[in-house]
């Protein structure tokens, strides 16, 4: 989940005549989790859902809205251009490469060092989550004053040259894609085509690479007054979504907003707002809380929507910055929110419901209630495991594995298809405990099946001097007998994880239901344990359960 | 004190009762018992204020090499006067005789007054006063002879300091005496009346261990029995699954981050088949499209994940179900590709409970929740807004936790999404909550490590108490 630092004077001036205190006791009722909390400044973790909590200005409409002091949409005011200065042309040849551009002036602003780093957080989490990962959308902001409209949005080979930002000489396409870092991260996005998306000046200077990187010529500095934004990418929806975000943070930040036409469009028809019709009957529903219709548009204004009542119904607009918003259940939980999570006081749904285990763990729990009376004490392990205690030590077939894709642990590869190896494993990390040690584990195991079949099994292991086929014998029968009253039958097999002559099939009603035996000496080697083990494992699916 | 006796213990007392002091030789040979025993029983005696022990030490004397030659051949003055008993006889003639004994003998001769010297032109002649009677040191040569005698048998202490100065003439050596004796409350014990087969019951013994269930094992079965007993029953489902149930029913949409690799264990060269209806596929489908608006594709759906979570399993009895009324939870291991850390691990166990019903809300969710935590022992609760992608709305539980002396953010709740509900003709609300039982397992058993959990420390298993 994204992070924004809050310094709390900026906070309190940006959301009004309220005390600090308060404001931080807010703070969670927005859905904001407090990381850090210092005299300075506040951490909070916001959903990736709301990247208007990207900036703390963000964040201040959002509070104004809770705390009472400002209710209702923070419009954002777009002013028109009668002539087409500030537009920007799409060739025909970027559209099959990256093909949606839209873009925003905003004038008369001052930046900082906080604000630019703010902005430049808020770009990042938008190109991670709406953008995802810049392949549906990506923006550029640049200092308005270096660039002469309008601009061209083209495709450039990869011998076109220009100075990135942040250095200071010329370089090709091909060599910012395998030497600057957001090249060697993004190029995927970009397939294998021989040009590249670019956006360039009416005095051919290049402004932009989406999705990788700008030109160092439009550096935003904190002398920078006006600013230009774009957005490109290859989803209109998100690219949209993106736009509006970028531009009620700028309007937030004090910039006067300006219309950016395209071939089809203008960020002023993009940037739009949304009615929706909320029915009350669904509030009082969900929420459990009779409200008036006129008490449910308050509480959307306070989450910064706009409400009124027509024909019983409340329609409800919405900024377009709120794409979080699908539909009205979204519009209920605002309501929720602008009554006040910690206002709701609980109540108990009306049940006559007997509860009750599943037959399984019904079952597991009575197997485990034996083992222990047998002396077995109870451990547990991953299911996912690797290949070196799955089937390497224990000498197993290895051919039909069932393997995870590009795990992060080498440890934890393989689904395993017994339970033994892995007791074997727990047995070998004690061997300066007392013996003698003797464990049980229920659990599942997987093997190719439809397509994989998940199967319950139970095993245990006994490690002493005196360990031996007759004892694991006595435990199986006794196990069965105590529960289900079963007579099995062990039936010489062989198993290369036991010793060859001490190992059996275990057989109840002819079919075989599990294996016994000694562990193979190099087995018991492998794992470095230095007394003999025994163990059975039993499959309880299709038998006991 | 202990009030049992070992038999040792029991003879020594009986010695004593009847001789009142005894040193530790003689308790050994009468009791005929060895060394070690007897000694072992005396400081158990010791020990438990039954006995006094006296240690003394007495002194003994036997001959030197000097003092043997001496008792043989007589002392240095002694042998002098034998020399000149039958006549004056010169000084250097004595001399040639007793040589080095001869500045001893004629020191000792003329202090005794047994002799006299004259001088003439020829030298110093030695001749006899008196024939002199055995001596004090004579008798004490004697009296020790081939023995070890105790010091304290020679009364002339005088000539006894003499002969000590003497050259390796007596060897005196010191012995250690342990002298027992019964305290007034042993005195009266009556050995043969007290304690017949009794043991020293206080006695520390061998560690035995008793076979137990996993202590996170006790944490599960603890939370099934909370939603057993509030009226829950337990649903149960694959740990693999198609990515249709474990994502897309659940309105994630294909792109999700959540379903890259780099998040999710995706199983090699496995597709699913036949793992939902035609109908349920086609509705998913539309839901997205509408909602998301991007082209859903069947066959991101049909690759092999380990479930990120129980809801796969919550969505899918839903689906097949369609319950009117239903209070149902599911319990087991969930996974994700993560690092695994002091705080994560690629496989853990999830809990995750649903309400359907025809007038369930938000605060009937919140009301669950607090008496299952309740039930936990977990009073102090508070609900915060938090973000789900299949809940609408979607509540966190604070917990305050008094050991830390600050709120933990513990189960996840939320009204399922229409977006997720519609496709699969549920109409009722769902309420539905969960998460993660290491979590309160690590909160119950103080751990800062939750790999403990599945390290299989025996010594840990071993230790940890149940209740806690």
Known sequence: MPVVTLYLSRLQKLVGKVS????????????????????????????????????????????????????????????????????IKTSPAVKKIRPFVLGLVAKDGKLDDEIIRQLIALQEDLHFGVGRKRKKASIGIHDLDKITLPLLYTAKSKDHKFVPLATNHSMSVTQILDTLETGKEYSAILGNGANVPMILDSKENTVSFPPIINSALTTVSTSTKNLLVEVTGNDPGAVADTLAVVASALQGLGFTLHDFKTDSKSSADSIKMRTIILDPNLVSQTLGLELSPVQICNMLKKCRLDAMVKNKKISCTVPSYRFDIFGPMDLVEEVALGYGIQNLSTTLPSSTSVGQKSKTTLKLDQLSQIMLGLGFTEALNSSLTSKQTLYDNTKRDSSKLIEVAESKSQEHTVLRDSIIPGLLENLSKNIHEQYPQKLFESGIVFSTGSPIKESICLACVSAHKDSGYTEIKSILQSLLKTDSNIECQTKTSQNTMFAKGKTADVIVNNKKIGIIGEIDSGVIENFKIRVPVSGFELILTDFLL | MSQVLHPIEKTIIKLLQSEKNLTELQIMEKAKLSMDQTRRGIEWLRLKNLAIVEESEKFFLTLGKNGIAANTDGLPERKLVNLVSNASVPFDDLRKKLLDDMNVAIANAKKNDWITITKNESGSIVSLKSKPDQTSEEKILAA?????????????????????????????????????????????????????????????????????????????NEIREIFVSLGFSEI?????????????????????????????????????????????????????????????????????????????????????????????????????????????????????????????????????????????????????????????????????????????????????????????????????????????????????????????????????????
Not at chain 2, 202 to 220: F, G, M, N, Q, S
Not at chain 2, 264 to 293: C, E, P, R
Request: hydrophobic share 35%.
């Open chain 2, 236 to 468: 149960s489902g694959s740990l693999t699954q198609p990515g249709f149930w474990n994502f897309d029913a659940l309105f994630t949409p294909q792109d999700h981050p959540a379903r890259e690799m780099q998040d999710t264990f995706y199983i090699k060269d496995k597709l699913a088949s036949n793992f939902a209806t035609a109908s349920q596929i086609n509705q998913v489908s539309a839901s997205h499209k509408k909602g998301w608006k991007y082209p859903w594709n069947v066959d991101v759906a049909k690759k092999m994940v380990l479930r990120t979570h129980t809801t796969c399993v919550t969505i899918n009895y839903l689906a097949e179900n369609k319950p009117s009324e239903a209070r149902v939870f599911s319990l087991g291991r969930v996974f994700r590709n993560e690092k695994v850390s002091y705080k994560h691990l690629v496989e853990f166990n999830q809990v995750e409970g649903i309400v359907v019903g025809k007038n369930v809300s938000l605060r009937d969710l919140m009301g669950i929740q607090t008496q299952f935590y309740k039930k936990l022992g977990l009073n102090k609760i508070k609900f915060w807004p938090t973000f789900f992608p299949y809940t609408e709305p979607s509540l966190q539980t604070m917990v305050y936790n008094e050991k830390l002396d600050k709120w933990i953010e513990l189960f996840g709740m939320g009204i399922f999404r229409p977006e997720v509900t519609r496709p699969f003709g549920i109409t009722r609300p769902v309420l539905a909550w969960g998460g993660g039982i290491e979590r309160i397992a690590m909160l119950k058993y103080g751990l800062d490590d939750v790999r403990e959990f599945y390290n299989n420390n025996l010594s840990w298993l071993r230790s940890t108490p149940k209740c806690q």
């Open chain 1, 20 to 87: 600090k205190d308060k404001i931080i006791s807010a703070l969670p009722f927005l859905g904001l989790d407090i990381e850090e909390e210092t005299d300075q400044y506040i951490r909070v973790e916001y959903s990736p859902n709301r990247p208007d909590y990207a900036t703390d200005v963000g964040i201040a409409t959002g509070l104004q809205g809770l705390l009472g002091i400002k209710k209702g949409i923070a419009k954002i005011i777009i002013k028109r251009q009668k002539d087409k200065t500030y537009s």
């Open chain 2, 144 to 220: 020790i002879g081939h023995n070890k005698i105790p010091q304290d048998d020679i009364k002339d202490t005088l000539a006894l300091e003499s002969l000590k100065k003497r050259p390796d003439y007596i060897i005196l050596e010191s012995v250690k005496t342990r002298t027992l004796s019964l305290s007034e409350q042993a005195k009266s014990i009556d050995v043969d009346a007290a304690d017949s087969g009794a043991i020293d019951v206080e006695a520390d013994v061998p560690r035995v261990y008793a076979a137990r269930t996993h202590p996170l094992k006790d944490t599960i």
